[in-house]
C-alpha cells in the first residue's frame, strides 16, 4: 500500500469545491486539463463512498467538464476510477480521473477505457 502522507488530504491549487469534494489538476496528467475529482473523506475505495459523496463528485464531474470546455475545448472524456492495487490504484483515496480527449492525442481511440488491458482495446 502508500506509505507516504496522503497527498489528497491536505491539497493545494484546488480549482472546484462543494462540500464534499474537491477538484484538482493531476500532477502528472495524460493530456492537457486532466482533472482529479476527490472526495473530501479520506476513504480508499469508491465503493465505500456514501451516496452524498458520490453526488458531490458527480456535481463536480459536470463542473469540471464545463471548465475543461471554456479552457481547452477538447473533442471528448474518458472517466475513470481505479479500485484497488490490482486495477492500478497507487494512492488509497478515492479519486475520479476527468480526462480531456483530443482529435489526434492517439492514433486509434477506438476502445477507450478498454485500454486498461492493451490487447482488449481493439474488439
Excluded: W
Aim: proline share 7%; charged share 25%; glycine share 8%.
Amino acid at each position: 500500500m502508500y506509505d507516504k502522507p496522503c497527498p489528497f488530504c491536505n491539497p493545494e491549487n484546488i480549482v472546484l469545491s462543494n462540500d464534499l469534494a474537491f477538484a484538482i489538476f493531476d500532477i502528472y496528467p495524460v493530456n492537457q486539463g486532466h482533472l482529479l475529482i476527490i472526495p473530501k473523506r479520506n476513504v480508499s475505495d469508491f465503493f465505500d463512498t456514501k451516496n452524498e459523496e458520490r453526488e458531490a463528485i458527480n456535481q463536480l464531474l459536470e463542473q469540471g467538464k464545463t471548465l475543461l470546455e471554456e479552457r481547452y475545448s477538447p473533442d471528448g472524456y474518458n472517466i475513470g476510477i481505479n479500485c484497488g492495487e490490482t486495477a492500478g490504484q497507487t494512492i488509497f483515496h478515492v479519486h475520479v480521473h476527468l480526462i480531456p480527449r483530443y482529435k489526434g492525442d492517439m492514433e486509434n481511440p477506438r476502445g477507450g477505457v478498454r485500454g486498461v488491458i492493451p490487447e482488449k482495446r481493439i474488439y
